[in-house]
Each structure stands twice: as structure tokens, then as C-alpha cells.
């Protein structure tokens, strides 16, 4: 079957298009026949290797995933071939204490997919049939292949850990990314005011579309002074940190006493440095998070099917074209996620 896949760690180059065996679905799992599926900016720390984590190689890419049930093995009873679903991104062994209270996230095994286990970039996955969630039938394959593993850590940021409130400020970094779409429709449906940073005037106004009250652009404006201004000196109620050691101190610093700081990504670089007194003499929280519980996708899904939420595709490559797709990514080109077709 053909499948984007890594022989070793690096650049663009390091994208591999071709053949490796089809897999063999166990007790418990499901065959997915994949349609569609979604870059992610792990995708790249994964195929240039990222510190302390040993990646078998071969290794396939991708975490978001949708398509059609191919085949089910053994004591799977609430799948059958031919079913549309999407396919929840966290692994987790579904047998440990956090497992059991719901906390999969939390679990000691807790992997994703693409990340150590193998990818969803392919023609045919094998996933725990608990991983699969139906898609809604208005969407395609392509919408549906944009929502998990972002939609899934927004929720869980803001939902699930923030409890975001009504009329609180909520600053959401990259407006335009993945991660950046999912919050400000989240946090807009929770009833918060937006602020979103992004790079263009075009991505601005797609921003206030979904939601965004107030848009601010980066490369031109200081977002600290600008946030400041725009809340009347008192700063935000949480930001949505997924810029890294560009943004981290600014972030920190648009924070109202008693805000929540919400981490889930550095894709500008992980190394930061703070004034611990900022933290304590402000009351300020600090979440770090790693995808989220998948119930929350479910919740997520339910939120689609009312048409409360909903998937932002920037645009669609031929599997055979991965390269160019991640580097559109890289470039910061899109607004919304990037999907593969298969």
C-alpha cells in the first residue's frame, strides 16, 4: 500500500512516498480504507527528530485521519465495514487507573499517532476501534481529516482545564494555524471575546469571521501594547500559547491577575526564561497540555454536527504532493488546516 513515510530524520526531502506491507488487524482493532488526512505541525518536530524520543524507523507519518471502516478484528461489536469515521489521535492502553477515570490523555503509555506509532499518512490504518468517532454526514472525508488532534487540544484547553467563561478575554496566538481556528470557534462558543494574532489583513478578517472581536497584526503591532489597549489596561483572562520562545514572556506578561496561560506547542522554539514573580504575584496558571481526552473530540463532533462548530480546510493536496503541502505549512501560508487526499 502506498504511505508517506521517514527512512531517517531531517528535511522536506526526508518525505518518502511509496510501498511498505499493509498491517494486520489484531483483538480489538479496526482496518480504516483512509480518504483523507491533515498535516500537523508535529508532523515536522517528528520528521526532524525530536530530543529524548526514539522513533522507530522506518516510520509512517500523520495524526488526523478519515475514511472507511475496511474490516474489524475480533470483540469489535459497534463497527462495520463501509462506516464513515474519523480517527481520534491519542493512544493509550486503556487498562491503567487514569485510563479507567477517563483521563486517557494521562495515560503512562499515552502515544500518538504519527508520533512514536506508526501514522495515518496511507492507504489503510489499524487503530483500537474505541479510537473511532462517526463522522457527521454534511462533512467530507477532507473536513473530517481536519479535526481531530487540534480540535481535541482546544476543547481540552479551554473547556476541559480553562473552564472559559462568559465575557472573559482570550488572546489565541496564529490565528490562521490549526490549533488557532479550533480556539477561537471554542472559545467563541463559551461565550469569550477573541483576540487573535495573525499575519496578514487577509487572514485577519477570516479570523473575525469566526469569531475573533479583535484581530492584531503581529508583524506590525506589539500584541503586549495592543492587548493591553484593547482590554483597557487590564489584560486577558488566557492565552493560547503554541508560539514558543517568541511569544512565551509577552504572553505572559498580557495576563490579567488570576490568568490562565494554556500551552500546547513552541513551534518558534522551546527554550524560555520568566520572572518567577511574575507567575506568583499575579495569581497566573500555567497549563501545559498534550492533546486532551477523547472524549472531549467526541464533544467536539457533537458541537459539528449542530453546525456550532466547524472545520476550516485552507486547502487540498494529492497525497503524492507531501512535500509541497508541508512546506505551504512551513511558510505559514495557510489559514486553517492542510489536507492530504488518498
Known amino acids: 500500500m502506498k504511505a508517506v513515510y521517514l527512512q531517517d530524520h531531517g528535511g522536506i526531502e526526508k518525505l518518502l512516498v511509496g510501498d511498505v506491507p499493509e498491517p494486520i488487524v489484531g483483538r480489538g482493532e479496526a482496518l480504516v480504507r483512509v480518504k483523507a488526512c491533515a498535516l500537523n505541525h508535529l508532523d515536522v518536530w517528528v520528521r526532524m527528530g525530536i530530543p529524548g524520543l526514539d522513533i522507530p524507523l522506518p516510520h509512517i507519518m500523520g495524526s488526523d485521519a478519515a ?11 459497534n463497527w462495520t465495514p463501509g462506516q464513515r469515521v474519523l480517527v481520534a ?16 490523555h ?6 500518538i499517532l504519527g508520533q512514536k506509532s506508526a501514522g495515518v499518512f496511507s492507504e489503510l490504518i489499524k487503530v483500537p476501534a474505541t479510537n473511532l468517532v462517526p463522522i457527521p454526514a454534511q462533512f467530507s472525508f477532507e473536513q473530517a481529516a481536519s479535526i481531530p488532534l487540534v480540535f481535541t487540544a482546544a476543547w481540552h ?49 477570516k479570523a473575525k469571521a469566526l469569531g475573533a472581536v479583535e484581530t492584531i497584526l503581529y508583524q506590525e503591532k506589539d500584541f503586549l501594547e495592543e492587548t493591553r489597549r484593547i482590554t483597557g489596561g487590564k ?13 512565551f514572556s509577552k504572553s505572559l506578561a498580557c495576563l490579567t491577575v488570576g490568568g490562565r496561560m494554556l500551552v500546547c506547542g513552541a513551534t518558534s522554539g522551546r527554550e524560555v526564561s520568566f520572572d518567577l514573580r511574575a507567575l506568583f504575584a499575579r495569581n497566573i496558571t ?10 472531549g473530540l467526541v464533544q467536539v463532533v457533537t458541537n459539528m454536527a449542530s ?10 493536496f494529492p497525497i503524492e504532493e507531501v512535500a509541497a503541502a508541508t512546506r505551504h505549512m512551513e511558510e505559514r501560508k495557510n489559514f486553517g488546516k492542510i489536507v492530504l487526499t488518498v
Open 67 to 77: 475514511g472507511v471502516v475496511e474490516k474489524v478484528g475480533p470483540d469489535v461489536r
Open 89 to 104: 489521535p491519542g493512544l493509550s492502553c486503556a487498562n491503567c487507573a487514569s485510563c479507567r477515570a477517563g483521563d486517557d
Open 106 to 111: 494521562l495515560c503512562e503509555q499515552y502515544d
Open 157 to 205: 484547553m479551554l473547556v476541559t482545564l480553562d473552564k472559559v467563561r462568559n465575557d472573559e478575554w482570550v488572546l489565541v496566538h496564529a490565528g490562521g494555524s490549526g490549533v488557532g481556528i479550533a480556539a477561537i470557534q471554542v472559545a467563541k462558543l463559551h461565550g469569550a471575546k477573541v483576540i487573535a494574532t495573525v499575519g496578514t489583513p487577509e487572514k485577519a478578517a
Open 235 to 247: 489584560g486577558v483572562d488566557a492565552v493560547v500559547e503554541h508560539i514558543g520562545v517568541s511569544s
Open 286 to 295: 500555567i497549563f501545559g497540555v498534550r492533546m486532551g481526552k477523547r472524549i
Open 307 to 316: 453546525s456550532k462548530l466547524k472545520p476550516v480546510v485552507d486547502k487540498v
